[in-house]
């Protein structure tokens, strides 16, 4: 019954390859995000989606392409993994003007 | 110049002393202030959540906003080493949250 669940945990790969995180939340929220935390712990908005929709699109590399199949799901596809893009990837959702609810993370890790 | 501006520490108390954190924020659209505590390998979780100046209490926990000062904090009373995790101030505007750059607290037993 995890509000918030993000797969995988742990993601080792290679340069060049592509990869997929998932998110699922059961909370009902319509809004439904990506951050990143770096090696310094700062936590950055990636993308927004509200109802499937994407509204916020922070100067990611075309690279990084997410997905909202339904209200309930926002996955992230990464294409040609690079070293830089190792760190933790937080999938949360939200009402507006609410406190938002975070995953666990993927701890991804670029070899 | 960052929306939020936070000293990332870290910061070392004894048990039982009051712990004091703080942000700066630039934009006065922000209207909503929050608090997550995240503790190592974890995601960040909701500690605090206030809309308007003044104080407000949970417990050990107070946070307080000065909007004509672009000020939040919070306060932590008789700190406990579970306390122990990294505090970061987030302010919620258009669909983001913009966050501090997080204080990382260790309550030493």
């Known amino acids: 019954d995890t509000a918030v669940s993000q797969t995988p945990k742990y993601l080792v790969t290679q340069m060049g390859n592509d990869k997929s995180i998932k998110c699922e939340q059961n909370?009902?929220?319509?809004?439904m995000y990506w951050y990143k935390q770096d090696s310094k712990k700062f936590l950055k908005i990636m993308f927004s989606y509200n109802n499937k929709e994407l509204i916020i699109n922070e100067t990611v590399p075309n690279r990084f392409s997410p997905k909202s199949p339904d209200k309930a799901h926002l996955n992230l596809h990464i294409n040609s993994l690079e070293l830089g893009d190792s760190a933790v990837y937080f999938c949360?959702?939200?009402?507006?003007?609410?406190?938002?609810?975070f995953g666990s993370g993927t701890r991804l890790t670029v070899v | 110049q960052k929306e939020v501006e936070q000293d990332p520490g870290p910061l070392s108390v004894p048990e039982g002393a009051i712990v004091s954190l703080n942000c700066t924020y630039s934009?006065?659209?922000?209207?909503?202030f929050m608090w997550y505590r995240q503790y190592s390998r974890k995601g960040p979780e909701l500690l605090m959540y206030t809309y308007s100046s003044g104080n407000k209490e949970d417990g050990r926990f107070t946070a307080q906003v000065d909007k004509s000062s672009k000020y939040i904090s919070l306060f932590i009373r008789d700190s406990q080493p579970s306390d122990s995790a990294t505090y970061l101030c987030a302010l919620p505007n258009d669909y983001k949250l913009s966050f501090g750059a997080g204080t990382t607290v260790t309550v030493r037993a």
């Open positions: 934009n006065s659209a922000f209207q909503y």
């Open positions: 909370l009902g929220h319509d809004t």
């Open positions: 949360a959702s939200s009402r507006p003007n609410y406190g938002y609810t």
